[in-house]
């Protein structure tokens, strides 16, 4: 199985890559112009990466949680992907990313911090399969 998480925001696109369920790497984050150029980079990266399975963090039980699948499902009709799309709960993954990088790295906005958030989420995942 190879596994591409996303960490979907309005501004920026974090993304993380798996192939073993011990090891997942973040990749780099898409800087988000509008939808249609975020949602091809997408399908670039799930070409280039041969993945099968999505794993996209989602807010789950928060009284945002309704709008927030509405807007995934509108951005994966976009990215146009037929395999499995998982949602993980992101709950605090953007703060554990920012414990991560302490420091003058988080200050900066070009997205290490929304692909360490996709990090966590496809972590949390493949802890769920062991």
């Known amino acids: 199985m190879k596994y591409l998480a996303i960490d979907l925001g309005l501004k920026r696109i974090g993304l993380a890559y798996s192939a073993h369920k011990d090891l997942v790497t973040p990749l780099k984050a898409i800087i988000r112009k509008n939808r249609n150029q975020a949602s091809d980079e997408v399908k670039k990266a799930v070409k280039e990466w041969e993945i099968n399975t999505i794993v996209i963090g989602i807010p789950l039980g928060g009284s945002s949680e309704d709008e927030m699948r509405r807007r995934i499902a509108h951005f994966m009709n976009l990215v146009d992907f037929d395999g499995v799309v998982i949602y993980q709960d992101e709950a605090g993954s953007s703060k554990e990313a920012e414990a991560l990088i302490k420091g003058e790295i988080k200050h900066i906005r070009d ?11 496809l972590q949390r995942y493949l802890r769920t399969l062991r």
């Not at 997205?111 to 989420?121: E, K, L, Q, T």
Request: net charge neutral.
């Open 111 to 121: 997205g290490r911090i929304d692909s360490i958030s996709a990090m966590i989420i």
